[in-house]
């Protein structure tokens, strides 16, 4: 047998049942590994690292990244739809910007543990 499998056959029913009571509603675990999907894009993720330092327009964020302005603005449509940017309307420019802390925190901890 591999040293990382279990030689015990029987579960842990006390330990098993008290985990199974504590246990995500099955929306909540779907919803949180949408918002991993949404980050683990390195496009999107170079986006919100930009935007968690300085709020940013399209154009920005295009020459920032080497990428067309039609391409940030289909990541940023995403982010958008996952409520991770906002934008707000300055004349004829839009900034864009991280809506919410989680975000930048995920982003730090996601960083943080590549570190390691």
Avoid: W
């Avoid at 968690?52 to 302005?69: E, F, G, N, P, T």
């Amino acid at each position: 047998m591999k040293d990382d499998a279990c030689d015990i056959e029987e579960p842990d029913e006390e330990a098993v049942k008290e985990i199974k009571s504590k246990m995500l509603e099955e929306g909540i675990i779907l919803k949180t590994t949408d918002v991993f999907k949404t980050i683990s894009d390195p496009t999107r993720l170079k986006i919100l690292y930009a935007l968690s330092i300085k709020d940013l327009c399209v154009c920005d964020l295009a020459s920032l990244l080497d990428m067309s302005q039609s391409a940030i603005s289909h990541q940023l449509r995403v982010l958008r739809d996952k409520n991770m940017v906002s934008f707000k309307k300055e004349g004829k420019m839009a900034r864009y910007f991280v809506s919410d802390e989680h975000v930048i925190n995920f982003i730090k901890m996601g960083m943080e543990h590549a570190q390691e």
